[in-house]
């Protein structure tokens, strides 16, 4: 049995520090006191969780601790939950794990800084992804200002249409935050890591609304730690590799054309043009490739079931190999 947050062995309950991150020390079961959202107690729910409803379609919900219990909540909860998300994508039910998966690689193998998260279960055993809001500080609700990189880039639903979180590239959030970060050089190479970690991870869902800066108690901005990474296209096979486009014309150099996909020389490009140092850019991208066998032992350990752990592996080392194929072919 391990910590249903870190996967540290021990007896299955949150270890110290996960119960720390997560409760601040509080001790809380790793199973709710509550069902999975069915037909029978849909009503409940939705009352609820109003604010967090998406297009009718119930992704998450909004919790807080009361005495020592998670109970839903329609105001300033401090925590998120996702159940498996209705939705008619293959390998669906391991859709909390493999988020739950992701953001541990992201943190304990590359040390990002993300969100905090576990894995619970609801009473009849079927799995919840829950993350601690960070924007939001005390007991009572107490929330930083924080906007997303749709927001920033002036793009909504009404302006943009219904793709706009999909519109705009990676170089143009690095170019925001070097316009709204004043330690601009650390956030960028953060944020460059991260892009890197959703190829590499196939996070194709990783959009404008997926990246924020919030306010920090000093009055200035810093990126948020990151939220919402998985592996997308476990669920979605054949989607495209990134959300947004690297850069403006990333897919007309002799590279693509050649193979197809993105490799070294576009992210070192990306680099380049957010103002991120050659030898920099080449450190990151060296150090998240030089993980395999750290990020293969998680898959190992994960709650995943065996077939999607041999796909989680697979399409991780596909996106490895990309970067071993002939450089200077740009
Ligand atoms: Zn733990």
């Known amino acids: ?40 107690n849909l009503a409940q729910y939705q009352e609820r969780t109003k604010r967090l409803s998406i297009s009718g379609v119930q992704l998450k919900y909004s919790l807080r601790l009361e005495e ?22 293959s390998l669906i039910d391991q859709a909390p794990e493999n988020e739950h998966l992701t953001m541990q690689i992201a943190r304990q193998v590359y040390g990002m800084s993300t969100a905090f998260n576990a894995l619970l279960r609801f009473k009849d055993g079927a799995p919840a992804y829950i993350t601690r809001r960070f924007d939001i500080v005390t007991d009572k609700g107490i929330r930083y200002l924080q906007e997303d990189f749709a927001q920033l880039s002036g793009r909504t639903r009404k302006s943009h249409g219904e793709n706009f979180k999909y519109e705009g590239s990676y170089e143009e959030i690095g170019i925001l935050i070097r316009k709204y970060i004043a330690a601009a050089v650390p956030a960028l190479e953060a944020y460059f890591r991260l892009v890197l970690f959703n190829y590499l991870f196939s996070n194709g869902d990783a959009h404008l609304k997926n990246f924020s800066i919030t306010r920090t108690p000093y009055g200035d901005y810093g990126l948020t730690p990151a939220y919402d990474l998985m592996c997308t296209v476990l669920h979605t096979e054949g989607e495209s590799d990134t959300a947004l486009e690297l850069y403006q014309d990333d897919m007309e150099d002799p590279f693509y054309q050649s193979y197809g996909f993105y490799g070294r020389p576009h992210f070192e490009e990306l680099a380049r043009r957010i103002g991120i140092l050659p030898r920099r850019a080449a450190a990151i991208i060296d150090h998240l490739l030089s993980k395999t066998d750290k990020v293969m032992e998680m898959i190992e350990g994960s709650y995943l079931s065996a077939s999607p752990k041999e796909r989680y592996t697979h399409y991780y080392l596909d996106k490895v190999r990309r970067f071993e194929v002939e450089k200077g072919i740009m």
């Not at 299955?12 to 709710?32: K, N, P, Q, S, T």
């Open 1 to 40: 049995m391990s910590c249903p947050g870190c996967y540290k062995k021990g007896t299955g309950r949150f270890c110290r520090r996960c119960r720390h991150e997560l409760f601040d020390g509080a001790r809380i079961a790793a199973v709710l006191p509550f069902e999975t959202p069915n037909d029978s």
């Open 68 to 89: 020592g219990q998670f109970v839903l909540t329609d105001r300033n909860g401090a925590y998120i939950l996702k159940p498996i998300p209705p939705l008619p994508l």
